[in-house]
């Protein structure tokens, strides 16, 4: 199965930017399609991005398009979550996810998921 292990959270200030880091072991994840999907509290699981196999397949939720950028390094075995202009209402926890199939914005599609990571941004 392997598994994904997050990094890179933490406060910010509006404004500001992050980077986040997803990166898998106990199997290679060059196969997989990567998303990001994140949760504030007292709100629904949404879908932020997602990258293709090979990079080239990108799609982003319009609230984060033109802010967020994801990315991938298959010889390192991680995708990335470039945060840049974060807004407090980006404030959430974030999930990144391996899918075994093309790149799909339903979390229904994906098979492993990482930690969580906090991300507060602060007005």
């Known amino acids: 199965q392997g598994q994904l292990v997050q990094s890179g959270g933490g406060v910010v200030q509006a404004g500001g930017s992050l980077r986040l880091s997803c990166a898998g072991s106990?199997?290679?994840?060059?196969?997989?399609?990567m998303g990001w999907f994140r949760q504030a509290p007292g709100k629904e699981q949404e879908f932020v991005a997602a990258?293709?196999?090979?990079?080239?397949?990108?799609y982003y939720a319009d609230s984060v398009k033109g802010r967020f950028t994801i990315s991938r390094d298959n010889a390192k075995n991680t995708n990335y979550l470039q945060m840049d202009s974060l807004k407090p209402e980006d404030t959430a926890a974030y999930y990144c996810a391996a899918a075994n199939r093309g790149a799909t914005m339903s979390s229904n599609g994906y098979d492993v998921w990482g930690q969580g990571t906090q991300v507060t941004i602060s007005s």
């Open positions: 106990g199997r290679t994840f060059s196969t997989y399609s």
């Open positions: 990258i293709g196999r090979s990079g080239w397949i990108t």
